[in-house]
């Protein structure tokens, strides 16, 4: 009997399959029964893409979202029963999905919305107070390393996602057009994108590599025509994202050890 | 709060408890009511840390924890996940949770997980090999487990042995606990026309740790008759009250968990239900 299970789970996910047979109630045929697991098996995947996405579901309607969620979870099911990793093949899959090819936005949404997720569910990491930072001089915080929180993700998109994703998750305002660059940070336990500055996704791309802030302000520099880096550092700041500051590779000055 | 002396794969208290769910969490710890312990979904606490472990590591400092796997697949034709397996490893190593069950079920086939309780024939075959899971997963954690009946639709013609025989079966050859869910076998005996009072008294009290009260909707298989569905959508139905009457009437009191995973009610709502089954318990109630 070692291939009943292989057969039973083609016949839920694909109802054009004929229903397994020796499906029995007493001894009457039970075949109309197959449905019930039909049924709970998407309608559970279904709801599962539905915590995970609320932003492409409310950009693309409770209906068309259901729709294309019946016909993602049938391409891609979860490789994990820990529901929370489940969905990392949405981006890809929508930029192969016509129905949403007007929509150019959208795989970086869904990525945006995945990598929330996963800050959400991140080791925690107690930051470094706002005060101690301003008491540094600046020439000494130049050759510190910045050490980031775990939870902090980045993002860069040729799109407005960030806005997008504000504009229907908190009700921010209309988003305009353009790219952003996006961190996103867990200031306690609610992850929140928030658009950087220019140079500011340089800057971290170098600090989360272990770079010192000098280094990675001069890659920036090389990289883009204006970096901010005030205005980097105090989001970093205000996210609550540095949770150690080091002195060159060794001997932190504050923090976690 | 004594534990039930009857099977060691529970510490849980024999008294009432609710599934925990995030929403509840400041009246859980202001006005727990009857709510004497709270029982998580194993799979949804294996992050590394955040709001859902936060709140994990704050009720376990004042309530008992059941950890309920829905993940491990005991009914499938493969061996649980190794993965898995450490990762129920893991959480189980801090929670120190005062039991752990799973389901007489499969989700997961060829590396695939589908989020359901799937059903299995029960045959000899089918029984080896169950208990050769539960033996795996209670090596692999260090206890042993709690083991629960599910709710069925339909029946497999091959099968040769009738839920309780199989049931009973797994639980003498590999020591696991058994959990009871009566909501699960009033489900099942209307679906497949048994008594459930019968089911009641025969099953093997002896070793159940736990028991599970549920809701279900009520629904019509193609060919017109009653299909109950198990949902956990709902307040617990009379038949199910009477039937957990039934069976406290025979064991007496034992750790009663109230199952509400959908269209979760208000925490008043949920812990009058736990009320509910302790007044049962205590006695104070009559059902039937």
């Given at each position: 009997m070692t291939a009943r299970q292989a057969g039973f789970i083609s016949a839920v996910l694909d109802p054009e399959r004929p229903v397994p047979p020796g499906l029995v109630n007493k001894s009457r045929?039970?075949?109309?029964?197959f449905s019930v697991y039909r049924n709970n098996v998407v309608v559970g995947l279904i709801e599962a893409l539905e915590s995970s996405f609320p932003v492409i579901r409310k950009l693309l309607g409770d209906e068309f979202f259901m729709a294309m969620a019946g016909v993602f979870v049938r391409r891609f099911p979860p490789t994990s029963p820990v529901l929370s990793h489940f969905g990392k093949d949405m981006p890809e899959f929508l930029l192969s999905f016509?129905?949403?090819?007007?929509?150019?936005?959208l795989p970086d949404v869904a990525r945006l919305e995945q990598l929330v997720r996963e800050s959400y569910h991140e080791a925690d990491a107690k930051p470094v107070s706002a005060e101690f930072i301003a008491s540094l001089p600046p020439e000494k915080l130049s050759q510190t390393q910045l050490l980031m929180a775990p939870s902090i993700r980045l993002l860069r998109s040729d799109h407005p996602i960030c806005s997008i994703w504000r504009a229907n998750a908190?009700?921010?305002?209309k988003p305009s057009y353009g790219a952003e660059d996006v961190l996103i940070a867990r200031r306690e336990f609610d992850p929140e994108p928030v658009v950087l500055p220019s140079g500011g996704y340089e800057i971290l791309q170098m600090l989360l590599s272990g770079a010192s802030l000098l280094d990675a302000f001069g890659h920036a520099n090389a990289e883009c025509g204006e970096v901010r880096l005030d205005e980097t550092l105090s989001l970093l700041v205000r996210y609550g994202a540095i949770t150690e500051i080091r002195n060159g590779a060794h001997a932190p000055v504050e923090g976690r050890q | 709060m004594q534990s039930h002396p009857e099977s060691d794969a529970c510490e849980l208290p024999a008294s009432a408890g609710v599934g925990y769910k995030e929403q509840h969490f400041r009246e859980i710890l202001e006005s727990p009511g009857d709510v004497a312990w709270l029982e998580i979904h194993?799979?949804?606490?294996?992050?590394?840390?955040g709001r859902p472990i936060a709140q994990l590591r704050r009720l376990r400092e004042n309530f008992p924890i059941s950890c309920h796997g829905v993940g491990l697949s005991i009914g499938g034709e493969e061996d649980p996940d190794e993965h898995h397996l450490d990762r129920l490893r893991n959480l189980l190593e801090w929670l120190e949770p005062a039991s752990f069950s799973e389901h007489l079920a499969w989700s997961t086939h060829d590396g695939k997980y589908f989020n359901d309780l799937l059903p299995l024939p029960y045959t000899e075959d089918s029984l080896a090999r169950v208990c050769r899971h539960v033996d795996q997963v209670q090596e692999a954690l260090g206890r042993p487990m709690l083991l629960e009946n599910p709710s069925t639709y339909f029946g497999f013609e091959?099968?040769?042995?009738?839920e309780l025989e199989f049931i009973s079966g797994i639980s003498e050859r590999t020591g696991c606990g058994l959990l009871l869910d009566i909501n699960n076998v009033h489900v099942s005996s209307t679906n497949m026309l048994f008594d459930p009072a019968d089911y009641i008294d025969s099953?093997?009290?002896?070793?159940?740790g736990e028991i599970h009260l549920g809701g279900h909707e009520e629904d019509q298989d193609p060919e017109g008759a009653t299909l109950l569905i198990d949902n956990h959508a709902a307040a617990v139905a009379d038949p199910v009250w009477e039937l957990y009457a039934r069976a406290i009437d025979i064991a007496g009191p034992l750790p009663t968990l109230i199952e509400w995973d959908n269209d979760v009610p208000d925490w008043s709502v949920l812990s009058a239900e736990a009320a509910r089954a302790s007044r049962v318990m205590t006695g104070q109630v009559r059902t039937s």
């Open positions: 045929q039970a075949t109309g029964r016509p129905p949403v090819a007007h929509l150019p936005y908190v009700g921010g305002p | 194993a799979e949804n606490y294996m992050g590394k840390g091959e099968s040769t042995l009738d099953f093997p009290f002896d070793r159940v």
